[in-house]
């Protein structure tokens, strides 16, 4: 089957931004792929993430569609921990003499 770029173009903004159709029952097989390809590179990561949140595609659409953006993204990456200096003064104000 031939993929044609303007359904490409229409499954990705019905599937990421209005959410009338998903990509497991909505688009034909052929098309899923392109379609995460067009929404890597047509749509911002906020969109995307509104997706998400909107229940318009799911986690594991998400993640495959970031990595596509973003091919060292790491959808689980590992807690950093955080110290913080414990020997820390706070400032000190010099007095003015006048």
Known sequence: MAILSFMTKSYAQNVYIFGNRTLSGGVPADYQEPVKNQAAAAYTDQQLKASLDAGYITEDEYNQTMNIKYPDWNSDPEP??????????????AIPTE
């Open 80 to 93: 950093i921990e955080e110290s913080f200096p414990t020997d820390v003064q706070p400032p000190i104000e």
